[in-house]
């Protein structure tokens, strides 16, 4: 039972006379209480009580009957005129401290001419004459055996309910014990399990720096020949700004040449009256030229004097060689003339095309590698002849 018992008095009158009982308690039928005992009502446990562990009340109900036992064992000997009226049991949760706290001494005080005997399974002889039930019209009032009986039944109750909360809280200790134990287990498992992940991290974490180390390298080299590439397509852009310009000006020297060209063509275009003139020197040079193979064909016999120059004969003869010898000083010079100027164009053009990589400009490339193998072969050619 979980709630504290506690004996309390209903008179002082002495035990010959009869007293009243009170209105409040209720009997019950015959065989199922003794006589003199009255029902103990039950009430709802309050919060105070609720917050009292369970095995510390069964505990103290489990000290009560020992300290009972020995006070009713020492005093034995105490005479019967000192009993009292007997007690009822009644459930006194609802009353006061101050109450609880006397209830030990009025327990003892109607148990001192009982001997404390525990139930057995055969009852004795006593125990049968405590169990008759009291005569309807009697006088006398219930004795303390039957008060003795039922608290022994009551401790009886409470010795088995204390052994079921001794067997539950061993069950829960072994309950409890073997949740440590798993719990062990399970903090080793875990343990070794973050030690395993901890040590899988350690790994993947030196693996990311190690590859990070070596994108940084990978890095560092691309930008290296980021910079070179870069400094190649500047020097790339300049040699196309350098060749643009190149270009730009041999085409301004090629129509340059060409106006030279033409000037040079239109000037040693001879006329028409220089053509009749020149005509009509070779008519006279191609007459002379038969005449004197006539006159060289009319042999003159040998060892004959030769007859006296006439003075107008190599007059004509001198004046005919010197025309012939200004014509062809006159043609030289107007080819020497041409020659020059055509020679210094195509120096003037060797000089402009000099370093130039002439393979990619077909025909033109050719011919000006063609001119320039002349141009070396007349240089050779003058230095020899001079």
Same mark, same amino acid.
């Given at each position: 039972m979980a709630r504290s018992l506690r004996l309390r008095?209903?008179?002082? !009158?002495?035990?010959?006379?009869?007293?009243?009982?009170?209105?409040?308690?209720?009997?019950?039928?015959?065989?199922?209480?003794?006589?003199?005992?009255?029902?103990? $009502?039950?009430?709802?446990?309050?919060?105070?009580?609720?917050?009292?562990?369970?095995?510390?009340?069964?505990?103290? /109900?489990?000290?009560?009957?020992?300290?009972?036992? $020995?006070?009713?064992?020492?005093?034995?000997?105490?005479?019967?005129?000192?009993?009292?009226?007997?007690?009822?049991?009644?459930?006194?949760?609802?009353?006061?401290?101050?109450?609880?706290?006397?209830?030990p001494a009025n327990m003892l005080a109607g148990l001192r001419t009982e001997q404390w005997k525990w139930p057995s399974s055969v009852p004795t002889n006593q125990d049968k004459d405590a169990e008759q039930p009291a005569a309807p019209n009697s006088d006398k009032e219930p004795s303390a055996g039957s008060s003795t009986n039922f608290i022994i039944i009551e401790m009886q109750k409470l010795q088995n309910e204390f052994e079921a909360e001794q067997n539950t809280t061993k069950s829960l200790q072994a309950d409890l014990q073997k949740s440590k134990v798993t719990a062990a287990l399970e903090q080793q498992k875990m343990r070794a399990k973050y030690e395993q992940d901890i040590a899988k991290l350690t790994k993947d974490i030196d693996s990311e720096k190690q590859q990070g180390e070596s994108v940084m390298l990978q890095c560092a080299e691309l930008r290296t020949q980021l910079k070179i590439h870069q400094e190649d397509a500047?020097?790339?852009?300049?040699?196309?700004?350098?060749?643009?310009?190149?270009?730009?000006?041999?085409?301004e020297e090629q129509r340059s040449h060409a106006e030279i060209r033409q000037s040079i063509f239109k000037?040693?275009?001879?006329?028409?009256?220089?053509?009749?003139?020149?005509q009509a020197k070779n008519?006279?040079?191609?007459?002379?030229?038969?005449?004197?193979?006539?006159?060289?064909?009319?042999?003159?016999? /040998?060892?004959?004097?030769?007859?006296?120059?006439?003075?107008?004969? !190599?007059?004509?003869f001198s004046s005919d060689e010197?025309? /012939?010898?200004?014509?062809?000083?006159?043609?030289? !010079? /107007?080819? $020497?003339?041409?020659?020059?100027?055509?020679?210094?164009?195509?120096?003037?053009?060797?000089?402009?095309?000099?370093?130039?990589?002439?393979?990619?400009?077909?025909?033109?490339?050719?011919?000006?590698?063609?001119?320039?193998?002349?141009?070396?072969?007349?240089?050779?050619?003058?230095?020899?002849?001079?």
């Open positions: 008095e209903q008179d002082n !009158t002495p035990v010959g006379r009869r007293r009243s009982i009170p209105a409040a308690k209720k009997k019950v039928a015959k065989g199922n209480v003794k006589a003199g005992v009255s029902i103990v $009502r039950k009430r709802t446990a309050t919060k105070s009580e609720e917050s009292i562990e369970r095995p510390t009340k069964v505990a103290k /109900k489990v000290r009560f009957p020992t300290d009972i036992s $020995r006070k009713v064992n020492s005093e034995e000997s105490d005479s019967a005129a000192e009993q009292v009226a007997p007690k009822d049991i009644i459930d006194t949760s609802d009353s006061d401290d101050a109450e609880s706290a006397a209830q500047a020097k790339y852009t300049k040699l196309i700004e350098d060749y643009q310009e190149l270009k730009s000006q041999y085409e000037s040693n275009e001879p006329t028409e009256e220089q053509v009749k003139s020149m008519g006279r040079l191609v007459n002379e030229i038969q005449t004197s193979k006539s006159a060289a064909s009319n042999g003159v016999p /040998k060892f004959a004097p030769p007859p006296s120059p006439a003075p107008s004969s !190599t007059f004509s010197g025309k /012939k010898e200004e014509n062809v000083r006159t043609m030289y !010079t /107007k080819l $020497r003339r041409q020659y020059d100027i055509l020679a210094s164009v195509a120096k003037n053009h060797l000089d402009c095309t000099r370093g130039m990589d002439l393979s990619g400009f077909g025909d033109f490339g050719r011919g000006v590698k063609r001119l320039k193998i002349a141009m070396e072969n007349d240089d050779g050619l003058e230095e020899t002849g001079g």
